[in-house]
């Protein structure tokens, strides 16, 4: 199994921004810390262990509905290889590093604007 926790700076830039639809390509760079846990036949359980592998993504994403809400799709490359990670646990073999790098893609919203009815009424 694999666990992860990353943070990261974003920087996107619009290309196309309408009321009805958008469109925009974004950098980020960021922090991971990941661990896994190894079991085999042969060499028993590990655990792997690598904190404060930087990592770097870039993409583009696409948004289409409203002024105020919109439907969005992001696709993206992932560059995050995890070099000499520490060990603990029975292996028998010595794992050199970890390539976790890959395309992926994500669904979102986005809200730009708070609709009237749930808007709180100051008085």
Do not use: C
Not at 94 to 101: A, E, M, W
């Amino acid at each position: 199994s694999v666990s992860q926790f990353t943070a990261g700076l974003v920087a996107r830039v619009p290309i196309v921004t309408q009321p009805a639809y958008l469109f925009d390509a974004f950098v980020e760079l960021g922090a991971a810390d990941t661990s896994f846990n190894v079991q085999t036949i042969s060499s028993g359980k590990a655990t792997l262990k690598k904190d404060k592998n930087f990592y770097q993504r870039a993409g583009a994403s696409v948004g289409a509905g409203s002024a105020s809400v919109k439907l969005y799709a992001e696709v993206g490359q992932e560059w995050n290889k995890i070099n000499d990670p520490s060990s603990s646990g029975t292996m028998v073999t010595n794992i050199q590093s970890v390539d976790l790098s890959g395309t992926y893609i994500a669904f979102g919203l986005i809200i730009s604007d708070v609709p009237e009815w749930l808007k709180p009424k100051i008085k």
